[in-house]
């Protein structure tokens, strides 16, 4: 496989004389967590893992994220958890930053190293242990799955970034293409967690405005992207929230490729009961 690398946030403090402003932006529509304000003291420890700490970048909260929470998490030499998903009916997605680690999954065993991509069907059982000597950091998605009538829930699998080519997007000349892990035509799987890739001066051609929410980890490079009526400048290890309809576009000015995880919920009716009760809003 390739050697792959791809940010993680810095930890530790900046020293007294570094400028108190960063480029952290939270508005209705959408909200910028550069990776410079990730740090030790905005962390948490969580239930049943042990030497862990998690930055939680965006959890289901009015006025912010609605359908998903995502974690960086970091686990130290030794540490881990014997119990992963702790609620009922919730689905999720790890994606390997950098370091190893062991998970179990459904009675099997699998080596995780930077780039590995798991999905976890809801209800799955897995546990997951740093048993080497570097720290163990991944992206973290959970969702409460939407289950649908007559229609499975979808299994659990672990593949890696570099088993999947991207598919290029229509009439872009291979600037902009996205890595898509599981079949878009799915209806079993009501979100998406992709890797989209832009070449240097790759675009965005319009604004994006649509129903799917987004979160967006900078997994490497840089661009300018709009978010609602501001451009702001991006870089790896930062992360986006986008609202549903929050018109958005990019640009990839380079040096290098920029490439970042995305999650957006799809394949499902809105729901009417959103107060509620159906027709609660009547």
Not at 82 to 107: I, R
Not at 215 to 231: C, H, P, R, S, T
Not at 258 to 281: E, I, S, W
Request: net charge negative; charged share 20%; proline share 8%.
């Amino acid at each position: 496989m390739t050697a792959r690398s791809y940010a993680f946030p810095p930890g530790g403090l900046p020293p007294q004389t570094d400028r108190t402003v960063d480029r952290a932006v939270f508005k209705t529509a959408y909200a910028v967590i550069p990776a410079g304000v990730m740090r030790d003291i905005v962390t948490s420890q969580l239930p049943h893992w042990r030497d862990t700490r998690a930055w939680i970048l965006a959890r289901p909260l009015s006025g912010f994220a609605e359908t998903f929470a995502q974690y960086a998490m970091e686990v130290a030499p030794g540490g881990g958890c014997d119990q992963g998903e702790p609620e009922a009916g919730v689905e999720g997605v790890l994606f390997v930053l950098s370091g190893g680690g062991q998970l179990t999954l459904g009675g099997d065993t699998h080596a995780l190293c930077a780039g590995s991509y798991v999905f976890l069907a809801p209800d799955a059982a897995w546990s997951l242990h740093n048993d080497g000597d570097e720290p163990l950091r991944f992206q973290w998605i959970r969702k409460a799955y939407e289950p649908v009538a007559d229609i499975a829930a979808p299994a659990s699998f672990v593949t890696h970034d570099d088993n999947v080519a991207p598919t290029p997007m229509p009439d872009c000349n291979g600037v902009w293409a996205t890595t898509r892990f599981v079949d878009a035509d799915d209806l079993s799987h009501d979100m998406h967690v992709t890797i989209v890739t832009f070449e240097p001066g790759g675009v965005i051609p319009f604004s994006e405005t649509h129903v799917m929410e987004h979160g967006l980890y900078v997994l490497e490079g840089k661009a300018i992207y709009q978010l609602n009526e501001d451009w702001v400048e991006v870089e790896a290890g930062d992360f986006m929230w986008l609202r549903a309809f929050c018109p958005q576009a990019c640009y990839a000015a380079g040096p290098g490729r920029f490439r970042y995880l995305l999650y957006k919920d799809v394949n499902r009716h809105p729901r009417m009961d959103v107060l509620g009760r159906p027709g609660a809003g009547a």
